[in-house]
């Protein structure tokens, strides 16, 4: 799987070459307090660097307050060691583990053109209103259900995964077992079952990459 | 660090900034940690705690009441001959200010991590280089880091160098508060038998001891003081050396090496930009635009903030025509205090840069590759124009 941008659609985008990333991917994760954005930006990045990537995660810096927008970010570049700080503005993924927050804000306007949005909803793909490549899944049932609790992170690092290979589910999984001990293992189906429910709507891209 | 080069002996790993610093502290087998925890410093407190609480680390952990505290008992440890660490942030550094002065006037090498973050008030909990800004004259040896693999390294070294008989004056790693702090990245870590053997076992001369009891920190009247303060200055001063020749040897032995001044990209620069921390690796991107568009720019960081290393500078800035400096700190009624130690390092050159300040990515805004640029392209326009008064700076990016 690696090498490639696959999607569950038509197999393969742009970013990806020849087992090269051509380009560093830039992911922003918006959330909301309490759902664990900052842990899977954590989780990916890990999982990248494990797969001998580089990688940096990075939190929104802001003093935490459960409920309230938050904004991780992440970087993964398969060549170069990342240099670059400042926060992402225009992201080539974008994870949303909050529905309520697709109308507020930017964020989705700030979306690289031909970028992915990753959305928790219990909608269909096509029955979003965004124009960009689109992954959905019913993340909050998911967590309810294997975890009992509304905590999306780890769903959606199966959607993530699904809708664009960054990293692979085994390593999330290696990186899961690391962090979360004992409740590594029902994360880990978690992931795993959102991984097979997300379904991909893939856009007719461009053919440049907008920037 | 040589950028390109390889990475330099070791494992890869991810790691959070704060991480690295505890891992590198757990490396040097430090013998006694206190430290009062504040953000955005937390991380490498409970790392530590857990580690001690563990067995990973066999120390005592003095759980302190604030930042004063700390450092007292960080004196009175390394005054018994343990190796000591503390770390802290802003306000936390402030109230430790007075005893700061106690360690190095004794000559105790207590080693600090600064996790930079901006001075009250308005509260901040965002970075910035005002609480480092506020400990420039208090006699430790003082050290930027602009990632997280400079924050393990230089935090290994400055056990080493604090250490050094011919050194023993405390040190201070200053780190960028979030942007280092919070961050994973990958970095090389060391075989920890290969860190032990790099730093050797801590022997104070003249330890705390019930059998041969000495007095530390006594009365000086008038006739002594300045005598001790020149000696003081003196030892300070020729620190440098060894701070430099520790570094080399580091980069012997690991694999990265670390020099006073830190250049990129300088040859045949005639337009160099100058700061320090971890602005810096965002600003190196906005040096390679400007260079693929055919502008002979370059960039210069502060590796050893003190002492100051005004040789290294001085070499590093002999063939410009313009120096940009970006400080992330004001000193209200005078400006950027890094410009101008540089102009006043620079005054007695026969051939001299124009110099042109900014102060930037203060109380933790953001500073993008553009920003860089467009600094760069003001900074310029700035050097040339006869307008440009001596004293003027510039806070960037500032609504008005």
Not at chain 2, 30 to 47: C, F, K, N, S
Request: charged share 25%.
């Amino acid at each position: 799987m690696r090498g490639v941008w696959c999607s569950a659609g038509n197999g393969k985008q742009v970013i990806f070459c020849d087992g090269d990333f051509l380009l560093m991917i830039e992911i922003c994760i918006y959330g909301r307090g309490g759902q664990g954005g900052v842990t899977l930006a954590e989780l990916v990045a890990h999982a990248a660097i494990y797969e001998g990537k580089h990688a940096q995660s990075m939190p929104s810096f802001g003093p935490e307050r459960r409920g309230a927008p938050v904004l991780a970010f992440v970087r993964v570049d398969e060549k170069d060691r990342i240099k670059i700080r400042s926060e992402i503005l225009e992201p080539d993924v974008l994870i949303v583990l909050d529905e309520s927050l697709l109308g507020v804000g930017d964020v989705v306007d700030r979306l690289k053109k031909d970028g992915t949005a990753v959305v928790n909803t219990n909608k269909k793909p096509e029955e979003l209103k965004i124009a960009h490549k689109v992954a959905t899944v019913d993340a909050t049932s998911i967590a309810r259900e294997i975890l009992g609790v509304p905590i999306t992170n780890t769903a959606m690092a199966g959607a993530l995964t699904k809708a664009t290979g960054i990293v692979s589910l085994n390593s999330l999984e290696e990186k899961m077992r690391e962090r979360f001990g004992k409740l590594a293992s029902k994360n880990i189906d978690t992931m795993r079952k959102a991984y097979d429910e997300t379904q991909v709507r893939v856009q007719q891209l461009s053919g440049e990459r907008g920037e | 660090m040589n950028e390109g080069g390889p990475r330099g002996k070791g494992r890869v790993v991810g790691l959070e900034g704060s991480h690295a610093v505890s891992e590198a502290v757990k490396m040097a087998n430090t013998d006694v940690i206190a430290a009062y925890p504040i953000t955005p410093q937390t991380h490498i407190v409970e790392r530590l705690a857990e580690m001690v609480a563990d067995g990973e680390l066999d120390a005592e952990f003095i759980c302190v009441e604030s930042e004063h505290s700390a450092m007292s008992a960080c004196i009175g440890a390394s005054a018994a001959g343990a190796r000591t660490f503390t770390c802290t942030s802003a306000q936390g550094l402030e109230l430790m200010h007075e005893v700061l002065y106690v360690a190095s006037g004794m000559r105790f090498p207590v080693v600090m991590v600064v996790m930079n973050r901006a001075l009250s008030a308005p509260l901040s909990i965002w970075c910035d280089h005002s609480d480092a800004m506020a400990v420039r004259d208090v006699s430790w040896i003082q050290m930027f880091a602009e990632n997280n693999q400079e924050a393990f390294d230089l935090t290994v070294c400055a056990f080493r160098i604090a250490e050094n008989r011919n050194v023993l004056f405390p040190a201070m790693i200053h780190m960028d508060g979030f942007y280092l702090s919070h961050v994973i990245e990958d970095l090389v870590i060391p075989d920890e038998k290969e860190v032990r053997d790099f730093i050797p076992d801590y022997e104070y001369p003249f330890p705390l001891d019930p059998e041969r009891p000495v007095s530390m920190g006594c009365f000086a009247p008038p006739y002594i003081y300045p005598e001790i303060k020149k000696a003081q200055e003196v030892a300070f001063e020729r620190s440098k050396t060894e701070v430099k020749s520790v570094l080399h040897e580091f980069g012997e032995v690991f694999g990265r090496s670390y020099e006073l001044i830190e250049s990129y990209r300088m040859d045949d620069a005639s337009i160099a930009m100058l700061m320090m921390g971890s602005i810096s690796e965002t600003a190196m991107l906005a040096v390679d635009e400007l260079r693929d568009d055919g502008c002979d720019v370059g960039l210069l960081r502060i590796r050893l903030w003190r002492p100051f290393p005004f040789e290294e500078l001085r070499d590093a800035v002999r063939d410009i025509d313009t120096l940009i400096v970006v400080d992330r700190c004001v000193s209200y009624g005078m400006g950027g205090p890094v410009c101008a130690e540089i102009k006043s390092a620079l005054y007695d050159e026969p051939r001299r840069p124009k110099i042109v300040s900014f102060i930037a990515g203060i109380g933790g805004r953001d500073v993008t590759v553009d920003h860089f640029k467009q600094m760069f392209m003001q900074g310029i326009e700035r050097a040339k124009s006869e307008k440009t008064k001596t004293d003027e700076f510039v806070m960037f990016g500032v609504r008005e």
